[in-house]
């Protein structure tokens, strides 16, 4: 139930940590974008009717994580930091078999052993050879099979970076914010937002950071 005596003054913040907060915010966002589509592709059968489905699903996670590594150059983030942070070695080693699905299949297609391309001519089954017909089969793998290793590390994987992600970087630089108090000079924020909004609250006035005591993010 909304509160309708609670007001507030939203402001724009524009310094440099502010930015940084972006940034990391940005890659965030990427994340729940992956772990979304994974949990999403995990509830759907196996089947025929929704094999284009799963695909899209799953390249969609492919390319939302690899956007951790592609788009360096407007985010600057230390992002391998993050990994190592998250799961050390194994994280690392996982980053690079998780971006060779994305360099080499589903941003490019490049690896022959995802994706094969057979082109056919079919034969009357008859003495003499009479040309029934010329056909293409392009075989393109969809994303490995639900509960297969890679899909449960993938998840796993995500869900870490995700929580190391909050715990240290995103809550603090928000508490930082937070403990700078008034701004001299803000400008407001108009409250409507057009497209997709995922809003995380990484500072209130009633919690705090909004890390529990066992390292978690709290909603």
Request: charged residues 25%.
């Given at each position: 139930?909304?509160?309708?005596?609670?007001?507030?003054?939203?402001?724009?913040?524009?310094?440099?940590?502010?930015?940084?907060?972006?940034?990391?915010?940005?890659?965030?966002?990427?994340?729940?974008?992956?772990?979304?589509?994974?949990?999403?592709?995990?509830?759907?059968?196996?089947?025929?009717?929704?094999?284009?489905?799963?695909?899209?699903?799953?390249?969609?996670?492919?390319?939302?994580?690899?956007?951790?590594?592609?788009?360096?150059?407007r985010?600057?983030?230390?992002?391998?930091?993050?990994?190592?942070?998250?799961r050390?070695d194994?994280?690392?080693?996982?980053?690079?078999?998780?971006?060779?699905?994305?360099?080499?299949?589903?941003?490019?297609?490049?690896?022959?052993?995802?994706?094969?391309?057979?082109?056919?001519?079919?034969?009357?089954?008859?003495?003499?050879?009479?040309?029934?017909?010329?056909?293409?089969?392009?075989?393109?793998?969809?994303?490995?099979?639900?509960?297969?290793?890679?899909?449960?590390?993938f998840?796993?994987?995500?869900?870490?970076?995700?929580?190391?992600?909050?715990?240290?970087?995103?809550?603090?630089?928000?508490?930082?914010?937070?403990?700078?108090?008034?701004?001299?000079?803000?400008?407001?924020?108009?409250?409507?937002?057009?497209?997709?909004?995922?809003?995380?609250?990484?500072?209130?006035?009633?919690?705090?950071?909004?890390?529990?005591?066992?390292?978690e993010?709290?909603?």
């Amino acid at each position: 139930m909304t509160d309708e005596n609670y007001h507030v003054r939203r402001v724009n913040l524009d310094e440099s940590d502010a930015n940084r907060l972006a940034k990391w915010a940005s890659l965030w966002g990427d994340l729940v974008h992956a772990d979304m589509a994974l949990a999403e592709r995990a509830g759907l059968p196996d089947t025929a009717s929704n094999v284009f489905v799963r695909r899209a699903l799953w390249e969609a996670a492919v390319v939302s994580y690899g956007r951790m590594a592609v788009s360096d150059k407007r985010r600057n983030v230390d992002y391998e930091e993050l990994i190592r942070a998250a799961r050390g070695d194994r994280g690392v080693e996982f980053h690079q078999t998780l971006m060779v699905w994305r360099h080499d299949h589903v941003a490019h297609r490049k690896s022959r052993e995802l994706e094969t391309v057979d082109v056919y001519a079919d034969y009357l089954d008859s003495d003499l050879p009479v040309l029934d017909s010329i056909r293409v089969a392009v075989s393109s793998s969809g994303g490995p099979p639900l509960g297969s290793p890679l899909v449960v590390e993938f998840a796993e994987h995500v869900k870490s970076l995700r929580d190391t992600l909050w715990v240290k970087y995103l809550a603090p630089i928000g508490e930082l914010l937070a403990t700078r108090g008034p701004r001299s000079s803000t400008v407001p924020v108009d409250p409507e937002t057009e497209g997709l909004v995922i809003q995380a609250v990484l500072w209130s006035r009633m919690n705090g950071t909004g890390i529990a005591d066992g390292g978690e993010p709290t909603s």
